[in-house]
């Protein structure tokens, strides 16, 4: 897929399920480990292309990632769906509209914005709209319209789906396709997987999900695409410790974890 930038590196903002890792009140041998990887976040997750940074969803840890991740700059979100795993962190964006006194830029379906406007009216509202309230421009996406994320940077969506009826966008750039909260995927969505040198893949849990691939259906995925290189995200603390469910993996197949950077 041709591409005119050079510099891409995708960093996991958040790589846990919508309950986050450690869940709270839970001592299972994941929730309480001392390992850093078994700490996850609400899923998200950022491009950084050539020195911009564009973010996968604002879940509700949305601030925090901003913080840890020292991001001084952003130019945009692009939503993959409306649960409020993916959406609750949109009012922390005020932060980038008073520092750097400029719109940012969101990407998401229809569907989505209907839900946005649903869960935060004031933003969209022009009559409540007062001093303060997050500034942002929209643009509608479709499953299959690239679109421009920016002058020269092109995202081609992949449709998912969630449970039997909840679209979810997918995504991908150049050699890089990012997947969250997908069940299943169609033959022609599955086309546009094909040749990814890179595969970031939602893997929840090993036992079944009505709305979300399991560690083996993911791996299905894995196997019918083959990346040089796959990383899992929005993981439950069900699935296992980092360290324990690594070594059971494909060499090619990575746990990702929070915080964790890679060059496309
Ligand atoms: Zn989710
Ligand atoms: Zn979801």
């Given at each position: 897929?041709?591409?005119?930038?050079?510099?891409?590196?995708?960093?996991?903002?958040?790589?846990?399920?919508?309950?986050?890792?450690?869940?709270?009140?839970?001592?299972?041998?994941?929730?309480?480990?001392?390992?850093?990887?078994?700490?996850?976040?609400?899923?998200?997750?950022?491009?950084?292309?050539?020195?911009?940074?564009?973010?996968?969803?604002?879940?509700?840890?949305?601030?925090?990632?901003?913080?840890?991740?020292?991001?001084?700059?952003?130019?945009?979100?692009?939503?993959?769906?409306?649960?409020?795993?993916?959406?609750?962190?949109?009012?922390?964006?005020?932060?980038?509209?008073?520092?750097?006194?400029?719109?940012?830029?969101?990407?998401?379906?229809?569907?989505?914005?209907?839900?946005?406007?649903?869960?935060f009216p004031y933003i969209f509202n022009q009559n409540t709209r007062y001093f303060g309230t997050p500034q942002i421009n929209t643009t509608i996406i479709n499953k299959d319209q690239p679109f421009l994320l920016d002058k020269d940077i092109t995202l081609h969506p992949i449709q998912v789906w969630h449970f039997e009826d909840m679209p979810v966008m997918g995504f991908r750039i150049s050699d890089l396709t990012y997947i969250t909260d997908a069940k299943t995927i169609t033959p022609e969505e599955m086309k546009k997987l094909e040749g990814s040198r890179i595969l970031v893949i939602n893997a929840l849990r090993k036992s079944r999900h009505i709305s979300h691939l399991t560690l083996n259906e993911a791996l299905d995925v894995i196997q019918a695409i083959k990346p040089e290189k796959a990383y899992l995200t929005h993981m439950s603390h069900f699935l296992g410790k980092h360290e324990e469910v690594q070594k059971t993996l494909p060499d090619n197949v990575f746990m990702a974890y929070d915080g964790l950077k890679v060059k496309i």
């Open positions: 897929m041709s591409n005119t930038h050079r510099d891409i590196e995708l960093t996991f903002l958040g790589t846990g399920t919508s309950t986050g890792v450690p869940v709270i009140a839970c001592s299972c041998p994941v929730c309480t480990s001392d390992d850093p990887r078994d700490k996850r976040l609400r899923t998200s997750a950022m491009l950084t292309i050539n020195g911009k940074n564009y973010v996968l969803d604002s879940g509700p840890d949305f601030r925090y990632q901003m913080i840890r991740e020292k991001v001084g700059d952003l130019e945009a979100i692009v939503f993959t769906h409306e649960h409020r795993d993916h959406i609750a962190g949109l009012d922390d964006i005020r932060a980038f509209n008073y520092l750097l006194n400029k719109r940012i830029n969101i990407f998401c379906t229809q569907r989505v914005l209907d839900a946005l406007k649903r869960e």
